[in-house]
């Protein structure tokens, strides 16, 4: 018998295998609460000594469930599942980074990332250098400080679609002692697995590509195992301090270097920020990822497709598809994601914003609405909707101009999709 399966055989059957006589698929624990014989049983799981289940805002069996298949399929130790994406890279980053400390981050992340690290956790004193994607390793070198907790990134970026290096991201981390987080949403694992070029943590939006046909919003965080917090104890005290909170558990003694992480995250921050997946929603994750490997060849396909023929037409100004041969980041496309990148496409259209919100209101069969990654085709203008809170300056520094659209590829034939395309371009002038 193998040791490890392939990716695909992980999105079928990883995270859960069923003991005779019992539910073939995921049972859906719909129950906020779980029945033990004596307090004293009970008194072990809050003490962390005992493995189980007490309260659904900190753990379900459903949830673990599909948290332990997305951990197989990333290659990591441990993972979670929270209520959103925005959760998973909020508790990411606030499980070793609190008032007073910094962190580095590129500057082309998703608008709602990037508001979350440059407003909100601002007031919570929390402060972010940001740099953009192509960053040098001296200009990396430069953004760090004595207080600088983690490194943050995307794989590929929401919406510009630039490919972060994460091999040089992850060496520079670890120079100065401190974690990569990447946000792996647009790959997923079937095109890259970070752990595997240095990342040190995982987040996704499971409500894209793994979700697959927006029935859920949720997300999840994965721990490689590998980042060693006891040897760089000063900078982690609430990993390698004892937690007053928690009965004076020191995390990264107990648990080790494979579940400190995720343990914390989840006996605190999910403890005290509640910020849970649903077991239903769990559920209809893993019906997702059980064809994730299916769907992702054909998004990739279908953006492959609309990106080179946008590419030859006199109306759009700039294409952005970083699986197009003569891309920037075709080399590193090439290393770190060669079996494809994702469906998402970004475009400028001649004309600027007037332009792009005319091609917009014609389009027909893809959809204006504010996802991504599905299996039905959308389009968003970014300016105007999930960036609107940015100013000229940033929307530049994050590679978003008013001309630009988010057009995500979803399974229809690609032949329609680029009719739909050339259809509204017409009535661009």
């Given at each position: 018998?193998?040791?490890?399966?392939?990716?695909?055989?992980?999105?079928v059957?990883?995270?859960?295998?069923?003991?005779?006589g019992e539910?073939?698929?995921?049972?859906?624990?719909?129950?906020?609460?779980?029945?033990?014989?004596?307090?004293?049983?009970m008194?072990?799981?809050?003490?962390l000594?005992?493995e189980?289940?007490?309260?659904?805002?900190?753990?379900?069996?459903t949830?673990?469930?599909?948290?332990?298949?997305?951990?197989?399929?990333?290659?990591?130790?441990?993972?979670?599942?929270?209520?959103?994406?925005?959760?998973?890279?909020?508790?990411?980053?606030?499980?070793?980074?609190?008032?007073?400390?910094?962190?580095?981050?590129?500057?082309?992340l998703?608008?709602?990332?990037?508001?979350?690290?440059?407003?909100?956790?601002?007031r919570?004193n929390?402060?972010?250098?940001?740099l953009?994607p192509?960053?040098?390793?001296?200009?990396?070198?430069?953004?760090f400080?004595?207080?600088?907790?983690?490194?943050?990134?995307?794989?590929?970026?929401?919406?510009?679609?630039?490919?972060?290096?994460?091999p040089?991201?992850?060496?520079?981390?670890?120079?100065?002692?401190?974690?990569?987080?990447?946000?792996?949403?647009?790959?997923?694992?079937?095109?890259?697995?970070?752990?595997?070029?240095?990342?040190?943590?995982?987040?996704?939006s499971?409500?894209?590509?793994?979700?697959?046909?927006?029935?859920?919003?949720?997300?999840?965080?994965v721990?490689?195992?590998?980042?060693?917090?006891?040897?760089?104890?000063?900078?982690?005290?609430?990993l390698?301090?004892?937690?007053?909170?928690?009965?004076?558990?020191?995390?990264?003694?107990?648990?080790?270097?494979?579940?400190?992480?995720?343990?914390?995250?989840?006996?605190?921050?999910?403890?005290?920020?509640?910020?849970?997946?649903?077991?239903?929603?769990a559920f209809?994750?893993?019906?997702?990822?059980?064809?994730?490997h299916?769907?992702?060849?054909?998004?990739c396909?279908?953006?492959?497709?609309?990106?080179?023929?946008?590419?030859g037409?006199?109306?759009?100004?700039?294409?952005n598809?970083p699986g197009?041969p003569?891309?920037?980041?075709?080399?590193?496309?090439?290393?770190?994601?060669?079996?494809?990148?994702?469906?998402?496409?970004?475009?400028?259209?001649?004309?600027?914003?007037?332009?792009?919100?005319?091609?917009?209101?014609?389009?027909?069969?893809?959809?204006?609405?504010?996802?991504?990654?599905?299996?039905?085709?959308?389009?968003?203008?970014?300016?105007?909707?999930?960036h609107?809170?940015?100013?000229?300056?940033?929307?530049?520094?994050?590679?978003?101009?008013?001309?630009?659209i988010?057009?995500?590829?979803?399974?229809?034939?690609?032949e329609?999709?680029?009719?739909?395309?050339?259809?509204?371009?017409?009535?661009?002038?």
């Open positions: 018998m193998k040791k490890d399966f392939n990716i695909e055989t992980k999105c059957q990883a995270g859960y295998t069923p003991e005779n539910p073939r698929q995921i049972p859906i624990i719909q129950s906020t609460t779980f029945k033990y014989a004596t307090s004293e049983d008194g072990k799981l809050f003490d000594e005992a189980g289940y007490f309260y659904t805002r900190l753990q379900n069996p949830s673990d469930r599909v948290a332990a298949k997305i951990c197989a399929l990333e290659g990591g130790t441990a993972a979670m599942l929270t209520s959103s994406g925005q959760a998973a890279n909020f508790f990411s980053v606030f499980n070793i980074a609190s008032a007073g400390d910094h962190v580095v981050a590129s500057s082309a998703y608008g709602g990332t990037y508001n979350l690290f440059a407003v909100t956790m601002k919570m929390i402060d972010f250098t940001f953009p192509t960053a040098t390793r001296e200009e990396l070198n430069e953004a400080r004595d207080n600088t907790k983690a490194v943050f990134g995307e794989t590929i970026t929401n919406p510009s679609l630039d490919v972060l290096d994460i040089l991201w992850a060496e520079v981390a670890h120079e100065h002692g401190v974690p990569l987080i990447i946000d792996n949403t647009f790959a997923t694992p079937v095109n890259c697995r970070p752990f595997e070029w240095g990342a040190d943590i995982v987040t996704h499971t409500t894209k590509y793994m979700d697959g046909h927006g029935t859920q919003v949720g997300g999840c965080i721990d490689s195992g590998k980042f060693d917090w006891m040897a760089h104890a000063d900078k982690f005290p609430g390698c301090t004892p937690d007053e909170s928690y009965h004076g558990i020191t995390y990264a003694e107990k648990f080790g270097i494979e579940g400190a992480y995720i343990t914390k995250a989840t006996a605190q921050l999910m403890r005290d920020f509640g910020a849970t997946a649903a077991p239903q929603n209809l994750l893993n019906m997702g990822l059980e064809s994730l299916v769907r992702m060849k054909k998004h396909e279908n953006g492959m497709a609309v990106a080179e023929y946008l590419k037409h006199d109306k759009i100004s700039r294409v598809y197009l003569d891309s920037k980041y075709a080399e590193l496309v090439k290393k770190m994601l060669p079996n494809g990148t994702c469906g998402v496409v970004s475009f400028g259209i001649r004309g600027g914003r007037e332009a792009a919100e005319t091609f917009m209101k014609n389009l027909k069969l893809a959809a204006i609405e504010t996802h991504v990654a599905d299996a039905r085709t959308c389009c968003l203008h970014p300016a105007n909707t999930t609107r809170q940015m100013n000229e300056a940033e929307l530049e520094a994050a590679g978003i101009g008013p001309d630009l988010r057009f995500s590829c979803g399974l229809e034939a690609a329609d999709l680029i009719a739909d395309i050339e259809q509204a371009l017409e009535y661009v002038k």
